[in-house]
């Protein structure tokens, strides 16, 4: 039996997706090989501004850009458990869940309910804010089903994160050329351990 024609596709990127992989994607690695956008007050102002968050008045602190790096990695943790990444422990999982249970703390939402339905949203303004609409947009994501779907790319050290639009939601690289580099990888490290077992 066909899908309703209003029921959305589990291809499709929602728009709380988009909002929190522009965040996530502020990391020095990707396949860009991009600068670090939290490293400091200055550097993470500058993002803020890109993207119309603040303005140019704004304050930014030293311990803002730390939050947002803890905040960020934590969820790259998580995104790298999401594709199947073999490096991604049990115990940093733990860590970084445990990072972000203190962050939903720190940064607690509200209900917002409207004749439309409900939704979430930062009780505070400013950076605090912005933290607060990241974490909402994770619940947002969770609710639809498709948090899972939010992965950080397997290949060292890209981790750029992407929402995996594949039916059988498979994906764990970013792109054909970090699977491809990752295969090479993965190829040269047997024919390395078949060279010590028979020399051995």
């Not at 790259?76 to 445990?98: C, M, S, Y």
């Not at 605090?128 to 609409?133: H, K, R, S």
């Not at 992965?151 to 750029?160: N, T, V, Y």
């Amino acid at each position: 039996m066909p899908a309703p024609a209003t029921e959305r596709s589990p291809l499709t990127q929602p728009a709380a997706a988009d909002t929190l992989l522009r965040f996530l994607n502020t990391h020095a690695s990707g396949p860009r090989r991009l600068p670090e956008r939290f490293a400091d007050a200055r550097t993470m102002h500058t993002w803020l501004q890109e993207q119309g968050l603040v303005t140019g008045s704004a304050h930014v602190t030293e311990a803002d850009a730390a939050r947002a790096r803890e905040l960020r990695d934590a969820l790259i943790t998580v995104l790298l458990a999401h594709a199947g990444d073999k490096n991604t422990t049990p115990e940093a999982i733990a860590r970084a869940e445990e990072q972000l249970r203190g962050l939903s703390t720190r940064y607690p939402l509200t209900t917002v309910v409207t004749a439309a339905g409900a939704s979430l949203a930062g009780t505070r303004t400013g950076i605090p804010g912005l933290f607060a609409t990241v974490l909402a947009n994770v619940t947002e994501l969770a609710h639809a089903g498709v948090w899972d779907r939010l992965r950080a790319c397997r290949h060292e050290p890209c981790h750029f994160c992407f929402f995996d639009r594949t039916r059988n939601s498979s994906a764990g690289y970013c792109g054909p050329k970090c699977a491809s580099r990752a295969s090479m990888r993965a190829y040269r490290q047997r024919r390395k351990e078949q060279a010590a077992a028979t020399a051995g």
